[in-house]
């Protein structure tokens, strides 16, 4: 499944697919970028991160791509699982200003056993 | 084991007090951090500090006040609560003003 931006707040997936959210930032100078995850009850959790030197960073099932030229970002994973239903967060900063990140409105994932 | 940790989780007070939230947190990091979150999830900053500099969001009312008695510890100061205040307030940290945030568990205030 593939949810664009603020318009599909909600992702429902079946367990075992890949799931793919999306972000568009807004700062043209961002110069890193982090996905969190946060479950009900609970502080957002790092995910993943990319600087915008790269266009791709992989980690555990997950992976992060960055276009700069249109700014956007997303976040695949792979073979998600029921304990990935969460809501995500993607952060952009300019990291020599004080790295206070922007958050965007956030999706929430849903995982269908 | 906690990295970073906040008191109280649950804060219910009425309009007009002056209340406080602690943060601490355990990792050696320089850089400490405010975040208020909203009915509606929405995650906004408001400081970045650390022993060199504070940063403020400039949407921030200067009722908030950040203090750090030492470098493990950014606690919250909001004076003249208003309604509107009601959230939850995350307080995280970093390594440094480069490196990836750590948030802790919320705490989640009330204005009545």
């Known amino acids: 499944g593939e949810n664009v931006g603020l318009h599909l707040p909600t992702l429902s997936v079946q367990e075992g697919d890949n799931s793919i959210i999306n972000c568009a930032y807004s700062n043209s100078a961002s110069d890193y970028f982090i996905w969190y995850k946060q479950e009900s009850g609970k502080g957002p959790q790092f995910i993943i991160d990319?600087?915008?030197?790269?266009d791709k960073r992989q980690g555990q099932r997950v992976t992060v791509l960055l276009n700069k030229t249109v700014k956007h970002l997303s976040l695949q994973i792979a073979a998600t699982q029921p304990g990935d239903s969460a809501v995500y967060f993607c952060a952009e900063t300019v990291v020599n200003a004080g790295n206070m990140l922007t958050f965007g409105g956030g999706t929430r994932l849903m995982v269908k056993p | 084991d906690t990295a970073v940790s906040q008191t109280p989780k649950y804060l219910v007070t009425q309009m007009g007090n002056d209340k406080s939230i602690k943060c601490e947190q355990n990792l050696g990091h320089d850089t400490m951090y405010w975040y208020k979150q909203d009915s509606k999830k929405f995650l906004k900053i408001m400081f970045s500090y650390n022993n060199k500099e504070l940063i403020i969001n400039e949407t921030v009312p200067n009722r908030f006040s950040p203090k750090s008695p030492d470098k493990a510890h950014l606690n919250l100061h909001i004076n003249s609560l208003e309604l509107g205040d009601s959230a939850v307030y995350f307080c995280?940290?970093?390594?440094?003003?480069?490196?990836?945030?750590?948030f802790g568990p919320g705490t989640r205030l009330t204005v009545t």
């Open positions: 990319i600087r915008s030197n790269m």
């Open positions: 995280a940290s970093s390594q440094d003003w480069g490196s990836e945030q750590y």
